[in-house]
């Protein structure tokens, strides 16, 4: 009976030996790998003088890209230094775009943008504009900063500079113009009917300006008044006064609005009515009916 018991304990299977068999060998291997993975597998050294190699490439490679300085603004004789991308960085960000003859005074910064010109050259331009700069010829466009020379090449044949307008009623100019703008007499225009190109030949009215003052104009119905010009949206005080004699105010074809039929939406577009007021009108006149007179709003 006990050596039965004994055989149980210590006899193996053919697959229980199998199994023990397979499970040393792996043991052998995974002790044997620390031993022979150095052979197989030879350790790269790095030397001292391969460093100094890299480190002395990493210098010149930080040389190469040392920012370069232009003397380059809009007045002739300026010396003021002002930063210029690398020509390598330069001409890997510079932008395509498509040609068409174009005027650089009165070009809205959507075509500039077409032209293949980047936003912050654009952004140069409408400063230089609204501070009453001028194109005067097509070489001019040489003294936008940020405009490099192989653009100024590509853009330079498709300038087209409007001819001088004709004075017809000269207007003196009692203000000192800003180093922009020579002191000169401007055509006056009719405020009603004047265009943006007509607007920015005024001095200090860039195409921004030209384009919120007719904003205004559409939204108010027409001017009634010149001095309804000043009430315009980032428009200075001082750049009113210079353009003020230039204004004059034949066409008064106001857009009037009928307060008996407008709707909400229709009154709170006026600048001067806006939603609270329009409400109101709107209100009054649901629990008291048509208003008789203009008169009449007053009572609300």
């Given at each position: 009976?006990?050596?039965?018991?004994?055989?149980?304990?210590?006899?193996?299977?053919?697959?229980?030996?199998?199994?023990?068999?397979?499970?040393?060998?792996?043991?052998?291997?995974?002790?044997a790998?620390?031993?022979?993975?150095?052979?197989?597998?030879?350790?790269?050294?790095?030397h001292?003088?391969?460093?100094?190699?890299?480190?002395?490439?990493?210098?010149?490679?930080?040389?190469?890209?040392?920012?370069?300085?232009?003397?380059?603004?809009?007045?002739?004789?300026?010396?003021?230094?002002?930063?210029?991308?690398?020509?390598?960085?330069?001409?890997?960000?510079?932008?395509?775009?498509?040609?068409?003859?174009?005027?650089p005074?009165?070009?809205?910064?959507?075509?500039?943008?077409?032209?293949?010109?980047?936003?912050?050259?654009?952004?140069?331009?409408?400063?230089?504009?609204?501070k009453?700069?001028k194109?005067?010829?097509?070489?001019?466009?040489?003294?936008?900063?940020?405009?490099?020379?192989?653009?100024?090449?590509?853009?330079?044949?498709?300038v087209?500079?409007?001819?001088?307008?004709?004075?017809?009623?000269?207007?003196?100019?009692?203000?000192?113009?800003?180093?922009?703008?020579?002191?000169?007499?401007?055509?006056?225009?009719?405020?009603?009917?004047?265009?943006?190109?007509?607007?920015?030949?005024?001095?200090?009215?860039?195409?921004?300006?030209?384009?919120?003052?007719?904003?205004?104009?559409?939204?108010?119905?027409?001017?009634?008044?010149?001095?309804?010009?000043?009430?315009?949206?980032?428009?200075?005080?001082?750049?009113?006064?210079?353009?003020?004699?230039?204004?004059?105010?034949?066409?008064?074809?106001?857009?009037?609005?009928?307060?008996?039929?407008?709707?909400?939406?229709?009154?709170?577009?006026?600048?001067?009515?806006?939603?609270?007021?329009?409400?109101?009108?709107?209100?009054?006149?649901?629990?008291?009916?048509?208003?008789?007179?203009?008169?009449?709003?007053?009572?609300?």
């Amino acid at each position: 009976m006990q050596k039965r018991v004994s055989n149980n304990y210590f006899n193996f299977t053919r697959k229980e030996r199998n199994g023990t068999i397979i499970l040393l060998i792996v043991v052998l291997l995974l002790t044997a790998i620390p031993f022979i993975y150095p052979l197989v597998f030879k350790e790269k050294i790095i030397h001292a003088t391969d460093i100094q190699h890299e480190l002395a490439t990493l210098k010149t490679k930080q040389t190469d890209s040392t920012k370069k300085y232009y003397r380059k603004n809009f007045e002739e004789g300026n010396s003021e230094k002002y930063y210029q991308p690398s020509e390598k960085r330069f001409h890997d960000n510079r932008i395509k775009g498509e040609l068409f003859y174009f005027d650089p005074n009165t070009i809205s910064p959507d075509d500039w943008k077409k032209l293949g010109v980047r936003d912050k050259t654009i952004n140069t331009i409408q400063n230089f504009i609204t501070k009453g700069g001028k194109f005067r010829q097509p070489e001019d466009i040489k003294k936008i900063w940020g405009l490099h020379e192989d653009e100024v090449q590509r853009l330079m044949p498709f300038v087209k500079i409007a001819a001088a307008v004709s004075i017809v009623e000269p207007v003196k100019q009692t203000a000192v113009f800003n180093k922009y703008e020579s002191k000169r007499s401007f055509e006056k225009i009719d405020i009603n009917l004047a265009d943006t190109s007509a607007l920015i030949r005024l001095p200090g009215i860039g195409s921004k300006l030209s384009n919120r003052i007719i904003s205004f104009r559409e939204k108010l119905g027409g001017f009634y008044s010149i001095e309804q010009v000043a009430e315009t949206f980032g428009l200075p005080d001082s750049v009113f006064q210079k353009i003020k004699p230039a204004l004059q105010l034949h066409e008064k074809n106001i857009k009037q609005i009928n307060i008996n039929t407008a709707s909400l939406d229709e009154l709170k577009q006026h600048p001067y009515i806006r939603y609270n007021l329009a409400n109101l009108v709107v209100q009054y006149r649901t629990q008291h009916g048509k208003f008789s007179t203009i008169n009449d709003i007053k009572k609300i």
